[in-house]
């Protein structure tokens, strides 16, 4: 099966730049993650999706974070505006079910650079 | 909120010893799951333990889940160069309504 599709690979803005990641996740898995991995740590979770509906954000700064999944397949994350310390690697993960122990399946990730 | 911590954070070894990380949550789990990334890598998906007490194994990688579902271990018997990168445990608590929650990592760096 296919992975998840991610893109940009790598991303260099300025600082109050905008700048916006997409990701394709696997055919048929409805719950889609957005995940921050800053350099040397474990990702963090931003915001979880089942289908098209947030099931948590808890952890995303709303002041400039924002995410969508409209039609419950691919998702978009924003970031406007841009800090410095807001460069990391932006993963998007999905899964089917916890059941089934599949676990996640993560994409290549957005590399993003803050200048 | 739930933390999930790992010890160590870095591991030194020679080509053919033995290596484990642990896994320690501050709230009871659902099930925890390890992953593998390589440098330059995403993380990819190894196992996921359910029951208390469960151990698994995967050629020379033995999983275990604690009795009470707060911590868990993995060990790699007679580690190869293949076996290089970041170990994440990942905790989730269940009910469907928050993800994964990752540890820090272990990252295993091997002398041939």
């Known amino acids: 099966e296919a992975g998840v599709a991610q893109s940009p690979r790598y991303k260099i803005i300025e600082k109050r730049q905008s700048v916006a990641f997409w990701c394709n996740p696997i055919?048929?898995?409805?719950?889609l993650y957005w995940y921050q991995q800053i350099l040397g740590q474990g990702p963090k979770l931003l915001i979880q999706f089942q289908n098209n509906g947030v099931v948590d954000d808890s952890q995303l700064p709303k002041d400039r974070f924002s995410a969508e999944r409209l039609k419950g397949v691919d998702s978009t994350l924003k970031i406007q505006p841009a800090k410095l310390e807001d460069s990391a690697v932006y993963l998007c993960a999905s899964s089917f079910s916890f059941d089934r122990g599949s676990g996640y399946t993560f994409g290549s990730g957005t590399r993003l650079t803050v200048v | 909120g739930q933390q999930v911590m790992q010890i160590p954070q870095y591991q030194h070894v020679q080509e053919g010893e033995d290596f484990t990380t642990y896994c320690n949550s501050s709230t009871t789990l659902s099930n925890i799951q390890w992953y593998k990334q390589r440098p330059g890598g995403h993380p990819v998906f190894l196992i996921q333990l359910v029951k208390s007490g469960e151990v698994k194994k995967q050629k020379r990688l033995t999983f275990q889940f604690g009795e009470a579902k707060k911590n868990s271990s993995l060990h790699i018997t007679a580690t190869q160069t293949t076996d290089v990168g970041t170990y994440f445990c990942a905790g989730y608590r269940g009910g469907g309504a928050d993800g994964l929650t990752f540890g820090k990592g272990t990252h295993l760096i091997i002398q041939p």
């Open positions: 055919s048929g898995h409805a719950t």
